[in-house]
């Protein structure tokens, strides 16, 4: 027999990480806390960079990234009234790399939000939403626990610009508030509620202070892990619904079982024998420690490289202290909200109620609005959904231009000056417009193509085009007084004490 | 056990199940409504609604603004209101801008001399100096809250938990 | 079993490199603060200089003056180093002295700091920021360089603005030229006629005793020609010209010359609500009872006068000296100046005999409350006899 070369301390310590036999690989699956949450093998197509971007797992460092920032600026940041916005100017000026953590928190935040959209357009664009043929597989629902986590990342934006009490964060809740007191019936108890009385003050700032730093997060870390755990119980990305199909073909008679279901022998009447493509047909797939491992690793490390260098190159900005008496001209919420901003600038009930309302209801129901199975985990673009995604894309961009011609040349009030119901001006007006269009896309491809895939693909790549082109308006075309200006046209000047 | 037994215990159990159940009810029930009503303040700790502001005679003939609980007085000799400077779109801070000149204005059937217009730099609302809104996204024109003259030292009080309509005027 | 893919660890080695890369400009920027620089030229400075400078007496770090009742928090002398020093006049800034030592004395730093009366953004330390020119800091530095924008040749002195925040009430300062002037012609013109000043005056026009609260936005600037949007240029440009700027005012043309003009605004500027200033910072207001003058020689008296021993030792809390004009607050032993009959009468001793061996409350008293050395029982002694003649000679003199 020949020796083998003596385990040291560090290889004692560090075997799960560099596993030397497939065996051994699996063994470090099953060891290892941080790595339990793998599954032993993964098809090579799964940890491909271009199938999913990794964008998932840049959402959830970044997360990390959050939750660590965050921790440590609570110990320097005071929400008071009086003291919220001196306790930030000393994190900037005389905390020891407060305004790295600072501007890291910021930077990564920002981020967080294209990720998670990004994140949901590659889901959407490779039908991962639906559901695989494994036992217990339910993608539609993991489809909902990530719409649950965008609206909760957004969330955590709102509550967490509002933290400095500046101008931005005063009236960002201003108008926040205002727009949940615009709910029918219900409205001026929400808002009661949300600012803890009728005017903005502590009891609003500590609110939104506990939603942001315990509430939210905590609601984020659960859905997040449950999100997670939901992937292994569907059998792993969608594109392995390619694999497991050809698989069937190979032993029809078999009922596909995933890996835990039976790995675990957990129900009586099944087999220790794991029928899963990873398992039959070994070229494709590698074992995850280390191959899954270090790309995860990677991507952690460029997600921090990113937020490190942008940090160091962007400020964090800081606008005066909140002042009740002045509303700053003009009054720009963060990007992600600028759409939505827009079209609050029409009716503040269509576009800060029904339609996000709608929107979000929408994006959650996509599953059961499309149920074609074909084409699970396969790119967009390698099938006749492109043409379709274009001409709704074409389509949102004529429908949103359309609605900003509206807005910008035919104010609904001099349309109809004589008109004083406000019922009126909250039905007819560019938002509504730009909604019934959109609505009407989805049937009108329904009907040319008699496919709810193509139609929700259309109507998803119409609602990607809005939201960019809204977005740039209240970037770039919107200045004081929201008045509409060209790019070239220059804004005039700003008063100032001196 | 036998058939007979089970039978009676049967609907024993299920009784005992549900009394249970509703007894863990009862539990959950108090326990959510708890939370959710302790977060719904009885107090508060702001500004009363009903505020003196002052002697008349300390006011000039136009608008001045009350900055703390944003308001405009508007005096027109001795005649005396009190017009929210809040939007009623989103809540903004609204900006008074006086014509150069008195316009003939109609409004609710009415015509009278108006002396400027209230705007909002949030989303473009406008408002006539009497608070119908006229342009952009607001929902309602600003409300007028009630004025008076305080028996004790003679300063005027307004009181915004008292709204009143736009014919309302204080004279002195 | 797969080996690792070489182009993950390339590309992980990549990212890990970036990542180490990118600490470099951070931990660079920490390592050296702008105001490194400034602190270690000051300390060759001073040691050019002086003589005989000990350089572990110079601070380094950022320093700080942090006034609680006035919420100031000052960080300037960071990089303005030499301000409390004596002999660096001619060195140019920041390491300069500060100029006017006899205002200095009036207003020590360590009690007013620096942005009460320069204004700027006290908080930061590196120089843009502090001396508040960055976006979102409404009060910059009131120093030549804004001044010079409304007066190129004779640059008013701006931060006038700030002293008047507590000299408001004194009808003229030293030092405050602009404002003083401004005062003059508020009084002059007399515009409390139509506005109300200070609290007082008539409602033709606004009231101005908190105009200087008022932000940017709330000045409209439709009629506006200057080539400055600022709220100074506003003013200046009504007091010449009422009825151009705002339409229908009726507010008549003043004739204001521009330096009327810059006075003037900037005393409406300066007229912000100092409620919170702390009343020791406001000249004008006595925090204790005015005494009068016969009350002050009577102190005076008691102090420093021949019955000073008795009130040091506190034989006047009982006894009452007419002698020397002394009054007990309770009178409970009789008046020293005819003790020497007094002890006679009642003990059958004499005075030296009383003191050096007392009796009933006295001795009480000597032996434990008022403690007199032999040298200080012999003074007494000679007090009283001098007290005693004093009084006797008067009673000599009426009769």
């Known amino acids: ?498 | 056990m036998s058939k007979k037994d089970e039978q009676v215990n049967k609907p024993r159990r299920s009784f005992l199940g549900m009394m249970t159940g509703g007894v863990l009810g009862v539990g959950a029930l108090s326990t959510l409504w708890i939370s959710v009503r302790s977060l719904v303040p009885n107090i508060l700790y702001e500004p009363p609604r009903k505020f003196k502001i002052g002697l008349p005679e300390t006011y000039q003939d136009g608008v001045s603004f009350i900055d703390e609980q944003r308001i405009y007085i508007m005096r027109d000799g001795n005649t005396f209101h009190a017009i929210s400077g809040i939007c009623t779109h989103l809540g903004c801070t609204l900006k008074f801008s006086p014509f150069s000149d008195e316009k003939e204005i109609t409004v609710r059937n009415m015509s009278y001399a108006s002396k400027g217009e209230f705007i909002c730099p949030c989303h473009g609302s406008k408002f006539r100096d009497e608070g119908t809104n006229f342009a952009g996204p607001a929902p309602r024109p600003l409300l007028w809250f009630a004025v008076e003259i305080a028996p004790e030292d003679g300063q005027l009080t307004v009181d915004m938990a008292q709204e009143v309509d736009r014919d309302f005027r204080l004279v002195v | 079993m797969k080996l690792i893919n070489k182009n993950d660890v390339r590309i992980l080695l990549f990212f890990a490199v970036a990542y180490a890369l990118a600490f470099f400009p951070i931990f660079g920027k920490i390592a050296s603060p702008e105001w490194k620089y400034y602190q270690s030229e000051f300390r060759a400075i001073a040691t050019e200089n002086f003589d005989d400078v000990d350089l572990d007496t110079i601070p380094t770090g950022v320093q700080q003056i942090w006034l609680k009742e006035l919420g100031e928090v000052d960080r300037c002398m960071t990089c303005h180093q030499g301000v409390n020093w004596k002999g660096l006049e001619n060195i140019e800034q920041p390491w300069t002295t500060h100029p006017d030592p006899e205002l200095m004395k009036h207003h020590p730093v360590d009690e007013y700091g620096c942005v009460s009366c320069h204004g700027g953004q006290g908080l930061a330390v590196t120089q843009f920021a502090a001396h508040g020119f960055v976006k979102h800091w409404e009060e910059p530095i009131l120093s030549d360089i804004i001044a010079a924008d409304y007066d190129p040749r004779t640059p008013p002195s701006l931060h006038e603005i700030n002293c008047n925040q507590c000299h408001r009430h004194e009808r003229s300062t030293k030092g405050m030229d602009l404002i003083n002037h401004g005062k003059a012609l508020v009084r002059d013109k007399r515009c409390n006629v139509c506005h109300i000043i200070n609290g007082e005056g008539g409602r033709m026009g606004p009231n101005l005793t908190f105009e200087g609260e008022k932000s940017a936005e709330e000045y409209d600037f439709t009629n506006f020609t200057g080539q400055q949007l600022s709220i100074l240029s506003w003013h200046i440009s009504h007091f010449k010209s009422p009825p151009t700027l705002v339409t229908n005012s009726f507010m008549p043309e003043m004739n204001f010359q521009t330096r009327d003009a810059i006075a003037l605004s900037m005393l409406v500027m300066s007229w912000k609500d100092n409620s919170e200033i702390p009343r020791e910072y406001i000249p004008g207001i006595d925090l204790r009872e005015v005494q009068t003058p016969e009350e002050i020689e009577q102190d005076r008296i008691m102090r420093e006068g021949g019955g000073a021993f008795f009130v040091e030792h506190n034989c006047f809390v009982c006894h009452s000296i007419k002698a020397y004009q002394l009054k007990s607050p309770t009178d409970k032993g009789p008046d020293l100046s005819l003790a020497p009959d007094d002890v006679r009468a009642r003990f059958s001793l004499t005075l030296e005999e009383f003191i050096f061996a007392p009796t009933g409350t006295m001795k009480i008293i000597l032996e434990s409350q008022i403690l007199l050395s032999k040298e200080e029982k012999w003074e007494a002694i000679e007090k009283i006899n001098t007290a005693y003649d004093i009084v006797k000679n008067r009673e000599k003199e009426e009769l």
Request: overall charge positive; some cysteine.
């Open chain 1, 1 to 498: 027999m020949a020796l083998l070369p003596k385990k040291t301390l560090l290889d004692k310590l560090l075997w799960s990480w560099k596993p030397e036999s497939d065996r051994e690989a699996g063994h470090a699956i099953v060891s290892n806390f941080l790595l339990h949450w793998f599954p032993n093998r993964v098809l090579l197509k799964s940890i491909a960079y271009n199938y999913s971007f990794y964008l998932g797992t840049i959402c959830f460092t970044l997360f990390m990234i959050l939750s660590v920032t965050g921790a440590i600026l609570m110990f320097f940041y005071t929400p008071s009234v009086e003291r919220a916005y001196w306790s930030i100017k000393d994190i900037d000026f005389v905390v020891s790399f407060g305004w790295f953590l600072r501007r890291s928190h910021r930077v990564s935040a920002h981020l967080m939000v294209i990720a998670v959209f990004l994140h949901m357009f590659r889901v959407f664009l490779t039908g991962a939403y639906k559901r695989g043929t494994s036992a217990g597989s339910s993608r539609e629902f993991n489809w909902i626990l990530g719409v649950v986590l965008f609206v909760l990342t957004l969330m955590l934006s709102f509550t967490g610009y509002l933290l400095p009490w500046d101008q931005l964060a005063y009236w960002a809740i201003t108008v926040g508030t205002n727009i949940a007191a615009s709910v029918p019936l219900i409205g001026n108890q929400i808002r009661y509620l949300m600012v803890g009385g009728n005017e903005i003050g502590q009891n609003t700032l500590i609110r939104f202070y506990v939603l942001h730093i315990v509430v939210l997060p905590a609601m984020l870390l659960a859905v997040s892990i449950w999100h997670m755990w939901r992937i292994r119980k569907d059998g792993g990305l969608a594109i392995s619904e390619q694999e497991r199909a050809r698989v069937k073909e190979m032993k029809p008679s078999q009922p596909t079982k995933t890996k835990t279901y039976s790995l675990m022998g957990v129900s009586s009447g099944t087999t220790v024998q794991v029928f899963d493509p990873t398992t039959v047909n070994e070229e494709k797939s590698v074992p995850s420690s280390p191959n899954l491992v270090i790309r995860i690793l990677l991507i952690v490390l460029a997600t921090c490289a990113v937020t490190a260098i942008l940090s160091a190159i962007f400020q964090a900005p800081l606008e005066e202290a909140a002042n009740p008496r002045v509303t700053p001209n003009p009054a720009k919420a963060p990007w992600y909200f600028l759409g939505l901003q827009e079209l609050v600038g029409y009716s503040a009930l269509i576009g800060g109620v029904i339609l996000p309302g709608v929107v979000v209801t929408w994006l959650g129901l996509i599953p059961f609005i499309d149920r074609e199975k074909k084409d699970i985990g396969v790119w967009f673009f390698r099938t006749p959904e492109l043409k379709w995604a274009i001409f709704g894309g074409l389509y949102g961009l004529i429908a949103t231009v359309a609605a900003l011609l509206l807005g910008v040349l035919a104010p609904m009030r001099s349309l109809f000056p004589t008109i004083e119901s406000q019922i009126f001006f909250d039905l007819v007006n560019p938002a509504t417009l730009l909604f019934v269009l959109v609505v009407a896309l989805y049937f009108i491809v329904w009907k040319l193509s008699s496919s709810s895939r193509y139609a929700t693909s259309a109507t998803f790549c119409a609602f990607i085009i809005c939201f960019i082109l809204l977005t740039y308006t209240g970037m770039a075309l919107r200045g004081p007084n929201w008045d509409f200006f060209w790019p070239w046209q220059a804004w005039p000047q700003h008063p100032i004490p001196f």
